[in-house]
């Protein structure tokens, strides 16, 4: 592929943004009314160190060696997405979060200009170049400017094009708006609780639900995605305005999910859908249609499809191109118990858009609980069909499916769902 036929890469990844979050980000929607729209999009581990990883190096986490928070450092570092366009002859540019865990002082590997904090609003520390900072912004606003900048620069030098990573802490908790956005209408944000969870493992019933607080985390973590809807609006607007929007792929997406009361809990972290389903938007004009597009379609498959648009190789891909043809089977996503996140145990999980198989496990790796939701015609996964009187259809399903779990959670490459 000839260097000028290169497209740039602006990838934005937001942090905790539930999938169905997208329409309180009208001027985003705008720019990507052309876009791709993964409507079943999941990320491979609902905890941000982990997922992170994995978007980064297109594996799932089991094969990347980062399961915990505390894991960034592991991080196979020759196999991260910017190391690898760098070699394709990308400049490279991240500002924002980069690994929970990678330490502050140090350069994140692969970047030619990078700003990566672990997390803040309004006033934050950042090491910015080989500088450890404080800046007292609004830190949304902040790295976007910080990224559009060197934006600028990579295209006055000409000649090669470039990677952005933009990765703002909202609408991560505690989740401070923009003072100008403190009480905006938002709409309303709290989810339906589930009054029996007999069918649900026993950890599930240890969070005592509080829908006050469920809806005051909602609706505050929504108004500060008015101030990434005014970040992105910027970006783009920036690059439209000087003729570069044209030839730039723009993906929007999260590290994960977050639960607003489904099941009496917040947070992230458990196997259920509004935990692990994330927005997932891909614009790329002349070479992607506009639309809904419903095949199943995981974080992991990030990297693959920018690999091929900017027809770079090298990695250990274990997802695949979401330019090319749809997977055939379900998408996996994993979990490990970490005690920095919560009491959730080991869980991991397979689901095709009509079945949510799950899988609870003891620190043996003994399998403790099992569940099995229609979610076609059972959208909140509210009858565990594994629980109590079991069909003979469940019931063979449960086992097909307990059968691809397990192969799946060691798979590699081609072999992975």
Wanted: neutral net charge; contains cysteine; hydrophobic residues 35%.
């Amino acid at each position: 592929m000839p260097e000028a036929a290169k497209p740039n890469i602006l990838l934005i990844n937001t942090d905790d943004q539930r999938w169905d979050t997208m329409r309180v980000m009208p001027k985003t929607m705008k720019w990507l009314r052309g876009a791709r729209n993964f409507d079943r999009a999941t990320v491979s581990i609902p905890s941000c160190c982990p997922s992170r990883a994995s978007m980064l190096t297109g594996q799932y986490p089991h094969n990347t060696d980062v399961h915990l928070q505390t894991d960034g450092p592991k991080v196979h570092q020759s196999e991260l997405l910017p190391v690898l366009l760098r070699k394709a002859g990308y400049r490279t540019a991240m500002a924002g979060k980069f690994l929970n865990s990678w330490p502050l002082d140090s350069a994140p590997p692969g970047w030619d200009h990078y700003s990566a904090m672990h997390g803040g609003y309004q006033g934050f520390k950042t090491y910015t170049d080989g500088k450890l900072e404080w800046v007292n912004a609004y830190s949304t606003t902040w790295y976007a400017n910080k990224l559009k900048g060197w934006i600028r620069g990579f295209d006055q030098a000409g000649g090669k094009p470039w990677f952005a990573y933009y990765a703002p802490y909202a609408p991560h908790r505690p989740s401070t708006p923009e003072p100008k956005y403190a009480k905006s209408d938002v709409g309303k944000c709290l989810q339906s609780g589930e009054s029996d969870v007999s069918d649900k493992p026993i950890w599930l019933k240890w969070t005592k639900p509080d829908p006050a607080a469920y809806d005051e985390i909602c609706h505050k973590m929504l108004r500060t995605l008015l101030s990434v809807d005014d970040s992105v609006d910027s970006l783009l607007s920036d690059l439209n305005s000087r003729g570069v929007l044209k030839n730039t792929i723009v993906i929007y997406t999260s590290d994960n999910g977050y639960l607003w009361g489904e099941h009496g809990r917040t947070e992230k972290f458990v196997g259920y859908l509004p935990s692990v389903r994330v927005p997932l938007l891909l614009r790329w004009d002349g070479h992607v249609t506009a639309g809904a597009d419903h095949r199943m379609a995981g974080s992991v498959d990030i990297m693959p499809t920018l690999m091929a648009a900017a027809g770079a190789s090298g990695g250990k891909l274990d997802g695949r191109s979401l330019l090319g043809p749809a997977r055939p089977g379900p998408v996996l996503t994993e979990y490990w118990y970490d005690l920095k996140n919560s009491k959730v145990p080991t869980w991991a999980a397979l689901w095709d858009g009509k079945a949510h198989y799950l899988e609870n496990y003891d620190e043996q790796g003994k399998t403790t609980f099992r569940e099995l939701y229609h979610t076609d015609t059972d959208p909140g996964e509210l009858t565990n069909v594994l629980h109590g009187k079991v069909s003979d259809a469940d019931r063979k399903l449960g086992d097909a499916l307990r059968d691809k779990l397990a192969a799946a959670r060691h798979c590699t490459g081609s072999g992975c769902p």
